[in-house]
């Protein structure tokens, strides 16, 4: 059981969570995820570590509710239990001196990037910040972003703020202009990963991704998280979770993602109704 | 007494097929106190007894059966319990046909003595009345040993040096006790609360747990041996093997130790009133012939599956699964495809599995395993119509743990090289048993180095 010490609403749907856990906190690198259980009959999932104090024993974790376990998680107040909180799992990202590195990070990805940002500029790089969201209230981190970098631009689909676009535009933009990059790291949607390999594979950039398979163990036993990297499958849990975009098969892992759409449905409207009810209940009372 | 010799095994009596294809709870029921007494009387009390040999720690096999048959069945479970803390679990999963049973007299004419069905009784027995005897634990010796991994090695490891006064802590990764016994094999086989009296029971006498810790991870081996005075490592295999053929990693495809965490663990036969989901197949192809072949077979026709096929590329007799499991499975109705092996899976357009292609195998020449070499048959390709198929081809040695631990000397398949007298490792003061010893192997097997292991470290740190 692992206490919750504090959360805050960082946009619709995107909650951050302090969660108490010393040894972890002491042990991460950037890069590296958690498994969390919320309860006892919940799934293992996934989470990337955003940050961590290793003085007060916490780490810090960042959650857009999307299916059951997220949203069941969203609903958790401070000073509440998780069941299981197990890590710090997966290779750190290879934290050294690149030159001049862009990292991306689109949606919920930007948590994720920024501890890799502010690794990386510790390291002595120059680093471009690229986050994207869809639209202006969904954009999350922007001052913890802007700390972590040189230069952030900031992208919105719907063109609310920022740059009218996606995160793709500002790194096609700065290839065009024949900017120095000598490494893009970059952590969001699939597709988004998908977009970015696409762009930086004709010059040639060496781009890391974050993948984000499904996963129940995160320590290599159940082979859940199959990725194919170069035509040879890996295990993004111990392998990864970074790989070399430009050899991922991003298809087939929008195939394998979407392996339990219909279950997650159901068990997305249920927990709806469960707490529709219990809403009602309430107000009843 | 003079005692009459009764050719066959007293049977033991269990769920009927099919009713027990439709639910988790355990097929054979155990014996009664009278059919176990009747099996007992069928031991000759061998003046040389062969079976304690077959049995890998040597239970005192004639003296516990002669309990049985005097109807003194505490006695019994204290007997075996003097060199196996997890009878009940023993009894249950043991290959007793390749041990003990194996050895027994009786076995050269007609059925063996059913040790495995005694020693499953007398355990059941003492727990279920609510007996269960605490050994007397000696002062504390204010030594600390740790214990990675939960499964059989480690547990009985955590018994053996708790009942000789040291502090032991058990890490396990899952946030369920038990290793392989508790996500591999499913609860028609060995229902979990068995499986949690018996960590109970250790934890009644102070071993302390910590699951959800991942050693190599939240803490290395090196800081484990900073405020432990040993470290055992017993963390299984735990790597799935593929078969490295085309469509593996098409939507439906899994792993056995995933497919059967997702259902044991998770308890994904309870979605959605559990959140793990699995994929109920249609038509399900397990690859393989061992047990764990054999658990996830049987499990997918649980799920609903309305043929559940068993592929092994050798024969019936070759088949490295207990003997019962197969008999189970058979009765079940699980359909043995023999001496075929998958060439590819096929995708639908979406990525999921729609036909595994198969060949045809004749069997060839023994091998290195001793076994006739299973050889394709050209030209004798065909397909099978498939929503689900479960790769349980064996595991290899997970790397998680070894990669952090520097100096740990491994073999060529990446698992522990260890004194053979102590189960000492490369490195001082680290000791390893089991799976991550010996590659995939027994429960018993586990047990067995899990003892020696605990002898040598008590002898280096009393």
């Not at chain 2, 260890?418 to 000492?424: K, Q």
């Amino acid at each position: 059981m692992r206490k919750i010490v504090a959360k805050e609403v960082l946009a619709p749907g995107i909650k951050k969570f302090v969660i108490e856990h010393p040894q972890i906190a002491r042990k991460r690198q950037p890069g590296q995820f958690v498994i969390v259980r919320v309860h006892p009959e919940g799934e293992r999932f996934p989470l990337t570590i955003a940050d961590a104090d290793p003085e007060r024993g916490t780490i810090t974790l960042v959650v857009q509710e999307i299916g059951h376990s997220t949203l069941e998680l969203g609903r958790k107040e401070p000073g509440d239990f998780l069941m299981d909180v197990v890590g710090p799992l997966g290779r750190p990202t290879p934290i050294r001196h690149y030159g001049r590195v862009v990292c991306m990070g689109g949606g919920v990805g930007v948590a994720e990037i920024y501890p890799v940002a502010r690794a990386l500029k510790e390291a002595g790089n120059e680093v471009v910040g690229i986050i994207g969201a869809r639209t202006r209230e969904l954009v999350i981190m922007e001052a913890e972003m802007r700390s972590a970098t040189h230069q952030l631009i900031v992208c919105t689909d719907d063109g609310s703020y920022g740059v009218h676009g996606l995160v793709t535009r500002p790194l096609q933009e700065m290839i065009d202009r024949a900017e120095r990059i000598d490494h893009v790291f970059c952590i969001g949607p699939v597709p988004m990963m998908k977009a970015v390999a696409e762009v930086t594979r004709r010059p040639g950039i060496p781009t890391s991704v974050s993948l984000n398979p499904i996963m129940v163990d995160g320590t290599g036993m159940c082979g859940a998280c199959r990725v194919t990297v170069g035509g040879v499958t890996r295990f993004a849990c111990v392998d990864g979770p970074d790989f070399d975009a430009h050899e991922v098969d991003f298809d087939e892992l929008m195939k394998r993602l979407a392996q339990y759409r219909v279950e997650e449905q159901m068990s997305l409207e249920m927990l709806r109704r469960r707490i529709e009810e219990a809403g009602l209940a309430r107000a009843a009372s | 007494m003079p005692r009459e010799v009764v050719p066959t095994k007293t049977p033991m009596p269990e769920q009927d097929p099919k009713e027990r294809v439709r639910n988790f709870r355990e097929v054979p029921y155990g014996y009664t106190e009278e059919l176990a007494i009747q099996e007992a009387l069928r031991c000759l009390q061998c003046k040389k007894p062969t079976c304690i040999a077959g049995c890998p720690v040597n239970i005192d096999i004639p003296g516990f059966i002669d309990l049985v048959a005097k109807g003194d069945f505490l006695g019994a479970a204290r007997r075996i319990k003097a060199t196996n803390l997890l009878p009940a679990i023993c009894g249950r999963v043991c290959p007793q046909e390749e041990q003990c049973e194996k050895a027994c007299v009786l076995s050269k004419k007609f059925e063996s003595v059913a040790i495995g069905r005694l020693e499953r009784f007398v355990a059941d027995f003492e727990r279920e009345t609510g007996q269960i005897q605490r050994p007397a634990i000696p002062r504390r010796t204010g030594k600390k040993v740790a214990v990675v991994g939960s499964g059989p090695a480690g547990l009985t490891v955590a018994a053996d040096l708790i009942q000789q006064g040291h502090e032991v802590t058990v890490f396990e990764a899952l946030h369920a006790l038990g290793g392989v016994l508790v996500y591999g094999i499913p609860e028609f086989r060995l229902p979990k609360s068995i499986l949690e009296a018996e960590v109970n029971f250790l934890a009644s006498l102070g071993v302390q747990f910590e699951p959800s810790y991942v050693i190599g991870k939240t803490e290395t081996v090196d800081e484990l041996l900073e405020r432990f005075d040993a470290v055992f490592l017993g963390v299984g295999a735990g790597l799935p093997h593929f078969m490295r053929i085309p469509g593996e990693n098409l939507n439906g495809v899994y792993s056995a130790n995933e497919y059967l965490t997702r259902a044991n663990l998770m308890r994904a036969y309870m979605f959605p009133e559990w959140d793990t989901p699995i994929k109920k197949g249609k038509n399900v192809a397990v690859i393989g012939g061992g047990n764990t072949a054999m658990d996830a077979v049987r499990t997918a026709l649980r799920l609903g599956a309305e043929n559940a096929y068993l592929i092994y590329r050798r024969s019936r007799a070759e088949m490295p699964a207990r003997l019962e499991e197969i008999h189970h499975a058979e009765e079940e109705g699980v359909q043995f495809r023999l001496l075929e092996n998958p060439t590819r899976i096929i995708g639908d357009d979406k990525g999921w599995v729609k036909e595994i292609e198969l060949i045809s195998m004749q069997l060839g020449e023994p091998d290195e395993s001793g076994r006739r070499r299973p050889v394709p048959i050209p030209g004798s390709e065909h397909r099978l119509e498939v929503d689900t198929v479960v790769v349980a081809v064996g595991q290899g040695a997970n790397p998680l743990l070894i990669s952090t631990t520097p100096g740990l000397k491994t073999n060529r398949w990446g698992y522990l090289e260890v004194d053979p007298e102590t189960g000492e490792t490369s490195r001082e003061r680290v000791y390893a048993g089991g799976d991550i010893v010996r590659g995939g192997a027994t429960v018993i097997l586990a047990m067995g180095d899990g003892r020696r292991a605990a002898r040598a470290i008590h002898e280096r740190i009393r």
